[in-house]
T-cell receptor
Framework: GESVGLHLPTLSVQEGDNSIINCAYS??????FIWYKQESGKGPQFIID?????DKRQGQRVTVLLNKTVKHLSLQIAATQPGDSAVYFC?????????????FGSGTRLQVQP | DAEITQSPRHKITETGRQVTLACHQT?????MFWYRQDLGHGLRLIHY???????NKGEVSDGYSVSRSNTEDLPLTLESAASSQTSVYFC????????????FGSGTRLTVV
């Protein structure tokens, strides 16, 4: 697998702390949002998704919050572990553009300190 | 188990050569996508397909082409490789056009020298 050593915003947290990764999306008409995790040498992996008719969705140790008023998405990771170290991307899907493909943000690197 | 595979994992080619990157999925997804990932740009859409014989241009399609002759494969061709096409390429497939069930391959690192 492959990854890119991106010059990304970096969030550094201590193991066991909660992490919050933020994303500003671009299109107010977007109706579906996904968070992906990309570990070194691998392709992006699905974490959690949310539709625009919701403002919060919870998974295992992760919560996604959607604020459509300010076009903001956040990913909260509870009790962060070293295995959470990765690059995190948000992605949005915008209907009625004649295209049904995801648009990705530039990513945030999460570093978990032991 | 169903999967999506890309080959080769690494490729070095010379400027001007034609290069084809393979993408094969066994999810039976109609929707397939090619992205490139570069420093500071995240993932950018190159081409996509909603089914056999259907192909569409994405944001950065210049210099690339795809063909869809069956459900499983969407090969990406660089007609005449340029140094600006040095990148990591990811193929993805999805269950629906809305993006649910979106799954990525492991990527191909292409270097054009």
């Amino acid at each position: 697998g492959e990854s890119v050593g991106l010059h990304l915003p970096t969030l550094s947290v201590q193991e066991g702390d909660n992490s919050i990764i933020n994303c500003a999306y671009s299109n107010s008409a977007s109706d579906y949002f996904i968070w992906y995790k990309q570990e070194s040498g691998k392709g992006p992996q699905f974490i959690i998704d949310i539709r625009s008719n919701m403002d919060k969705r919870q998974g295992q140790r992760v919560t996604v919050l959607l604020n459509k008023t300010v076009k903001h998405l956040s990913l909260q990771i509870a009790a962060t572990q070293p295995g959470d170290s990765a690059v995190y991307f948000c992605a949005e899907n915008t209907p009625h553009t004649g295209r049904r493909a995801l648009t990705f943000g530039s990513g945030t690197r999460l570093q978990v300190q032991p | 188990d169903a999967e999506i595979t890309q080959s080769p994992r690494h490729k070095i080619t010379e400027t001007g050569r034609q290069v084809t990157l393979a993408c094969h999925q066994t999810w039976n997804h109609n929707n397939m996508f090619w992205y490139r990932q570069d420093l500071g740009h995240g993932l950018r859409l190159i081409h996509y397909s909603y089914g056999v014989q259907d192909t569409n241009k994405g944001e950065v399609s210049d210099g690339y082409s795809v063909s869809r002759s069956n459900t499983e494969d969407l090969p990406l061709t660089l007609e005449s490789a340029a140094s600006s096409q040095t990148s990591v390429y990811f193929c993805a497939s999805s269950e629906t056009r809305q993006g649910t069930g979106y799954t990525f391959g492991s990527g191909t690192r292409l270097t054009v020298v």
